[in-house]
């Protein structure tokens, strides 16, 4: 099948999200771009692969401010409110799982916290907390049982909610995938919303692909979700390799 067509025929090209894991489990079985959440929407228009030179410049390192001061308070009283700055090496994590996927885990940056279904919750308001909530939205997916508490939390108030909530559908069964993250980018961060580009790789059958995968964050309600003004706050491409990424991994 020709690389136009595929493109044409990618749902994940549509305005959705979340597919997150799944869809990549979806990718490396398939070899070609298709997800497993049935997004419905009509949207020709291939997503863009990422330009390593967009990525941001290194900044001074965060000053962190006590948790309730300017930018609210973190959802489970997490320490720390850093407004602006960047992540540019990779922080020290704990790796958990959600059935194959691994996530990071920090005291320092969450998740801090479980919701009422058990899915991980709780992220500090600061581009780290935003790298590591991205990292948790990649892994959650894995599990079909928490896909649908988890985005009715994760999804933020916005002009879109209604309409990405109606396009989640049920979950896949991911096993015989092994994805993982294997480095990072965060493009954006004004300390109210976050862009951050995650690398990963995933493996299933004998085929491995590396993919791009983007997350449109905002902070709300003391906590990092998935930003609902946004049309398509999740953007999944592959990518020939890592270059230009920041190195991180389980």
């Not at 099948?1 to 959705?16: S, V």
């Not at 922080?91 to 916290?113: K, M, N």
């Not at 009715?152 to 989640?168: H, I, K, N, P, Q």
Request: hydrophobic share 40%; glycine share 10%; charged share 15%.
């Amino acid at each position: 099948m020709a690389e136009n067509d595929d493109a044409k025929q990618n749902p994940l090209t549509r305005p959705g999200f979340i597919v997150g894991a799944v869809v990549v489990a979806a990718l490396i079985v398939t070899a070609i771009v298709l997800t497993v959440l049935n997004l419905n929407r009509e949207d020709d228009a291939a997503p863009p692969t990422p330009d390593p030179s967009s990525s941001a410049t290194s900044s001074a390192a965060p000053s962190l401010e006590p948790s309730g001061a300017a930018g609210g308070a973190s959802i489970c009283g997490l320490e720390g409110v850093d407004l602006s700055g960047n992540v540019t090496t990779a922080p020290a994590a704990e790796w958990a799982f959600v059935r194959t996927v691994a996530y990071p885990t920090s005291t320092e940056f969450g998740p801090a916290d479980t919701g009422s279904e058990g899915y991980p919750i709780c992220f500090q308001h600061s581009p780290h907390g935003a790298l590591f909530a991205a990292a948790t939205a990649l892994a959650v997916p894995a599990d079909s049982a928490l896909v649908q508490p988890w985005i009715d939390y994760a999804l933020s108030e916005g002009t879109y909610r209604d309409a990405l909530l109606s396009e989640v559908g049920g979950g896949a069964d991911s096993s015989g995938v092994r994805l993982q993250v294997v480095g990072f980018r965060v493009l954006s961060y004004d300390g109210e919303t976050a862009r951050v580009d995650l690398a990963v790789r995933g493996s299933s059958e004998g085929t491995t692909i590396t993919a791009s995968t983007v997350y449109e964050l905002i902070w709300e309600d003391g906590d990092w979700k998935i930003n609902a003004n946004v049309a398509n706050p999740f953007d999944f491409a592959t990518i020939p390799d890592t270059s230009g990424y920041i190195p991180w991994g389980a």
